[in-house]
Structures are given as structure tokens and as C-alpha cells.
């Protein structure tokens, strides 16, 4: 019965999933490496592996119950043209776990992965889900609409949004996004300057939404930062700080808290394209910081909001300051539907 109800499932919701189709032992091969790789991702137990009809899938053990894990190719083919073909793969849970994706799989070789890219199609919780795909000329469709694991009976009014993914210029792009949102006619995505030595950049798709994300790392001996920069109209600039501190500096007093956080937006002051936001922050932080055992939430102009969080010192000895940016020059786009439907 379990194996009856995933069928229906997929038929569903991976209409251009190869489910008839003879896979290469070079596609069978990856299929089910990417399954014996579940228990590792998920911290459960290997039920039951089934390799001898397609789609291959894996059952595991959860705290919750068990959930079956399948997935399907839609399309193996060189999307970079790098001379390596690539995957489209449906990747499907049910059970105790619902939830899908489409998941890019750009290859560094036969076996190995480089790069991955994910699309988001639908969990128990989410107001909306992605459905109907379809594959044609390196393009893949799909539509927005109401999410029918949902036990609600609301009616979102979708309209009938389509969307078209197509790689190019080593990302994963919806192709409304390169039209019609702000971020996409940025001409430069960077975060840090480039004269900073040793950053890790990469741009990738953000999987709810659909828009373009940079992702950017620079660490020294001292603290570490995780940068993220996403959006459509309103553009979200967000830093994760991690410090580095001796053992005997685990507990830090809270004069050393504020000194810390100046330092650290000094530092994204001389080091980031967005000077003028830290030196906006540095301007009201002084006056505001007597209260900093709780986020800080400072109004930078009309448009740029900036939330400042305490530092997290139950992670020792690497607690963690985080700073939000916020851009609100679309005030339609308010949720992740809006965006991803690029509502003006």
C-alpha cells in the first residue's frame, strides 16, 4: 500500500519524471548513490533499499515513524558545456517526512558532484507548491499553485504563474526573476571588496522563491563571516559572525560584548561594498547599545532597516553576532509568494 500511494504521488507531481524509461548503468549508478546517502543527511536507519524497479527508492527510520525516499531523472544532459553530462532530478519523501524537490546536479566528473542547485516543490506546511513541470530544450516548467498536502481548505487565488528555470552563466536562474526583479539588473553582486584576500563566492538559486542568491566566506584567526545577499525588489543583505576566542575568554562581560560588535561593523565598514549601511549603523549604535541584551532594530533611511542581534554567548568559545539589512522598496512583495510570483 505504502509503494501504491508514492506511485500516485509522483505521477502527480513528476508528470516528465522518466518512470518507463531503461536507465544506463551510469545513470543507475548515481541514482542510487544519491539514496544510500539519505540515512547520512537525515541521521535515520536504512529500512528497506529497492534497486530492482524504477523509481529506485529508500525507506528509512525516523523519530517520527518511517518515510520513503525516491528519486527520478527528469533530464541528463550537459547544461555548462563542459563536456560532462549533468542531472535533473526529482527527489520525492513521504510517509512521516512530505516533501519535494528538483534538484540540479552539475557534475565534476561520471560520479562526482560540484554543484548543486534546489527548487523547493512542496512540504506539509507551505502555502504554495510548484507542480505541472514539464522539460523541453534545456528549459524546465513548472507552475505555481495551492498545496494540496495542506489540510486547509483555503483558496490562495494563484492566478496561473508560470515559471522557467534555465541554467546559464555557471547559476541556476527563473527566468522572471532575470526580467523583472531589481537584484537581477545588479551589476555587481560581490559583497566583500575585492582587495579583501581569501573570499569564497558563489551564486546560487534561492529554493523557495526562485531568485538569485550570493553567498560569500572570509575567515582570519580571529572570527569568521558567513555572507548572504538575496532577492527580488527588496534586496536582503545578511552577515553570521562567529568568533574565535581563547578558552579562558568564554565569558565575556558585557562592555566586551559592545566592543566586540564595534569592531566587527568597523570591520564590515572597510571591507564590504555597503560602506554606507555600517556607517548608518555605527551612527545610531552608540546611542542604542546600553539596551543591547536584545536585538537591535535601527531604521537606517526610508528604505534600508537593519536588525542587530546580541551576542550569542551560550555557543562558547564562538559565540555569534548576526546583522540583517533589509530593503523595502517594494511593499507588495512581503512574503515568499509575492516574490516568487514577482508581485508589484
Avoid at 548503468?25 to 529500512?47: H, T
Avoid at 520513503?68 to 527527489?91: C, M, P, W
Avoid at 498536502?149 to 522557467?164: C, Q, V
Avoid at 539588473?185 to 534561492?206: A, C, W, Y
Amino acid at each position: 500500500m505504502k509503494n501504491i500511494f508514492v506511485s500516485i504521488v509522483l505521477f502527480i507531481i513528476c508528470l516528465p519524471c522518466r518512470l518507463d524509461a531503461q536507465q544506463t548503468y551510469k545513470e543507475e549508478a548515481f541514482i542510487r548513490s544519491l539514496l544510500k546517502k539519505e540515512n547520512y543527511y537525515s541521521s535515520s536507519d536504512i529500512e528497506e533499499l529497492n534497486e530492482t524497479t524504477i523509481p529506485d527508492s529508500v525507506s528509512l527510520t525516523s523519530e517520527k515513524g518511517i518515510y520513503t525516499v525516491s528519486h527520478q531523472i527528469i533530464a541528463h544532459e550537459d547544461f555548462n558545456d563542459d563536456g560532462i553530462s549533468d542531472y535533473l532530478i526529482f527527489r520525492s519523501s513521504q510517509g512521516t517526512r512530505i516533501n519535494g524537490q528538483y534538484i540540479y546536479y552539475i557534475m565534476k566528473n561520471n560520479t562526482d558532484i560540484y554543484r548543486t542547485y534546489t527548487i523547493y516543490a512542496y512540504n506539509l506546511y507551505s502555502s504554495y507548491m510548484v507542480k505541472n513541470p514539464s522539460y523541453n530544450d534545456r528549459r524546465f516548467y513548472l507552475d505555481i499553485g495551492t498545496n494540496t498536502f495542506r489540510n486547509d481548505t483555503i483558496d490562495y487565488n494563484f492566478g496561473s504563474t508560470r515559471l522557467s528555470f534555465v541554467y546559464k552563466d555557471n547559476n541556476l536562474y527563473e527566468e522572471s526573476y532575470l526580467s523583472d526583479c531589481i537584484m537581477a539588473k545588479m551589476k555587481d553582486k560581490s559583497i566583500f571588496i575585492p582587495e579583501l584576500k581569501k573570499v569564497n563566492r558563489e551564486l546560487n538559486i534561492e529554493p523557495y522563491n526562485y531568485t538569485e542568491v550570493a553567498l560569500e566566506e572570509y575567515e582570519n584567526d580571529t572570527l569568521s563571516i558567513y555572507a548572504r545577499m538575496y532577492g527580488c525588489d527588496n534586496l536582503g543583505l545578511h552577515f553570521s559572525v562567529r568568533f574565535e576566542l581563547p578558552e579562558k575568554n568564554t565569558i565575556v562581560e558585557f562592555e566586551n560584548r559592545k566592543r566586540m560588535a564595534l569592531n566587527v561593523l568597523n570591520f564590515l565598514k572597510n571591507n564590504t561594498q555597503y560602506s554606507t549601511l555600517f556607517e548608518k549603523v555605527l551612527d545610531q549604535f552608540e546611542a542604542v547599545s546600553e539596551d543591547y541584551t536584545k536585538t537591535l532594530e535601527l531604521k537606517l533611511d526610508d528604505n534600508w532597516y537593519a536588525f542587530i542581534s546580541p551576542l550569542d554567548l551560550m555557543i562558547t568559545p564562538n559565540p555569534i553576532i548576526l546583522i540583517q539589512f533589509d530593503n523595502r522598496v517594494n511593499k507588495n512583495q512581503y512574503n515568499r509568494l509575492d516574490v516568487a510570483t514577482r508581485k508589484k
